[in-house]
C-alpha cells in the first residue's frame, strides 16, 4: 500500500469578477486569514488585469498564483491571449486550462487544450497546468 499522500490544492478562481478595489481586498483578506499547512497548496487565479496587483500583495505569503486562461504560443498576433511566457514573467507557475464554458462557447477542443497545457509545461519554472 502506497502511505504517500498526494499533494492538495485549494484553488481560487476569480473568473471575470472583481475591480481592482476588490481584488486588492480579496488578496489581502486571504493573506491575513488563511492558515497554510504543507499538504495544501493554495492558488488565487485573479483576472488577468489584477495578476500583478495579486502577485504584490501575496509575495512571500506563501500562496501560489495562477492564470485563469493562456494560449499556447509564446509570441503572436493574437489579440487580448496570454502567453506562456507573460504568465510566468509575473510569477505565474500554475494555470487553469479546459473550461467548461470556454469548451463550450469557444468550441476549445482536448487537441488545443493539450497543446496548451504541454506548451507551458515545457517553460522553466512552471508547475503544472489544471484542466477546469
Known amino acids: 500500500m502506497n502511505t504517500q499522500l498526494r499533494q492538495k490544492f485549494v484553488v481560487g478562481n476569480w473568473k471575470m469578477n472583481t ?6 481586498a480579496l488578496a489581502q483578506g ?7 499547512t504543507s499538504q495544501v497548496t493554495v492558488i488565487l487565479c485573479p ?3 489584477y495578476l500583478e496587483l495579486v502577485r504584490s500583495i501575496i509575495k512571500g505569503s506563501g ?3 495562477g492564470g485563469q486562461n493562456m494560449y499556447p504560443d509564446s509570441e503572436g498576433s493574437f489579440n487580448g491571449e496570454v502567453s506562456p511566457t507573460m504568465l510566468l514573467d ?3 507557475k500554475y ?3 479546459g473550461h467548461s464554458e ?7 477542443s482536448d487537441v488545443f487544450i493539450n497543446r496548451t497545457a504541454t506548451a507551458f509545461g515545457m517553460y522553466p519554472g512552471s508547475s503544472r497546468a489544471s484542466a477546469g
Open 19 to 24: 475591480t481592482t478595489f476588490e481584488a486588492k
Open 30 to 36: 486571504i493573506v491575513d486569514r488563511i492558515r497554510l
Open 47 to 49: 483576472p488577468f488585469p
Open 63 to 65: 500562496i501560489e498564483l
Open 90 to 92: 509575473l510569477d505565474c
Open 95 to 97: 494555470v487553469i486550462l
Open 102 to 108: 470556454r469548451r463550450h462557447k469557444l468550441n476549445e
